[in-house]
């Protein structure tokens, strides 16, 4: 496929972090041209956009779209206990396949290319993402209580199993994904750890979300949840640290040595009322890697990336009383270089060898008019739903809100009939 974008401003997020006006040519999977102008024939031409990177989502849990507003206003632990773990129990594949397959259409609607998932049925939901061409890297999740989808002894040779099947995959990443110290024995994630080391793949995993799981994982183990994941070797260059709302200075040192990553979710924080902030400022100044996710569309209730950067940069300005605290650009560079640059995918900017995963804005839009600077237009002006088409890997996913491979409304259709199935065997469960 060839695309060729002309009379764009493009967001480049190059070293420079440049803004540009000119053309865009991408070739199969690459970005091979971006100049001034370019005369290149090519099979599509769009025109007139704001250019910039795909946003790069790295903690979500797809299929939990079919959750979207189903127990709403809790606290982590009761939505947990009393509405996400009760509904899960029933889930079965074809509700994951429908459930991935609307969170990749609102994922691919609002912009975002990438995303690091942690699941059940991690194998389906690999599929889908590879057939709907969503590039993902895909967490088998690992716990210490049987899933809708196998028994807990299970999981890791199952996990293994996954890696072999994706480890060759351009689109698709196996990563290991341990849910959480609060759930996983040290045994557990030992052996978690073992197997990321043996393939060399990512580790994902929750920390330090809430107040309650510190002093919970302090009480069981006499160790804080970092702690007890430095313990079992699960501290590396390679782990994705979903949350850290509750870690000390200390802590964003030793982060920050091991070279691990922070996925920072305010959204489903300030959802789930975690009381916790992620630290940027000291995260940045410790020189750690800090990257933006969503959660699930069940405690958030989007996958809109826009509105996450947004969110993300607004909480610190408001809770440290500084303006300047974590900048549009800051904001920016976490949704797309830093993340490219820590999941190791050769995209996050928009430049000549890059991989061709970008987003093109439709700039005659009242909320993006007038248009003074390009940057905070991104962070704080712009939705998701202003974004119209969606190149991942060089295929236009989205092309002008047309979605030229799959089919929007029985997307719409099939998560809405999986959604009554999972509510109507919830509700004759809980009368037995
Ligand atoms: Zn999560």
Redesign the pocket.
Known sequence: MSILIKDSLIISQDKGRKVKKGDIYIEDDVIAEVSERISTEAEYVLTGKMVMPGLINT?T?LPMTLMRGYGDDLTLEEWLTTRIWPIESKLNEDMIEAGTRLALLEMIATGTTTCND?YFFEDTIARTCKKMGMRCFAGFSIIDFDTPEMKKEMLLPECEKFIRKWRGDELIKPVVAPHSTYSCSPETLQKASELAEKYGTMLHT?CSETRKEVYDVVERYGARPLEQLERNGMLTEKTML?HCGWITKEEVRQIARAGACVSH?PV?NMKLATGGFTPLPELFDAGACVTLGT??AASNNKLDMFETMKFAALIHKHHRWDAQIVTAQQTLDMATVNAASYLGINAGSIEEGKKADLICLDMDMPNLAPMHNPISHAVYAASGFNVSSTIIDGRAVMLEREFPYFDKQKIIEEAEKAKEKLVSNDAKQSTN
């Open positions: 903690h849990h942690m929750h979903a979710n489903s959660d699930g």
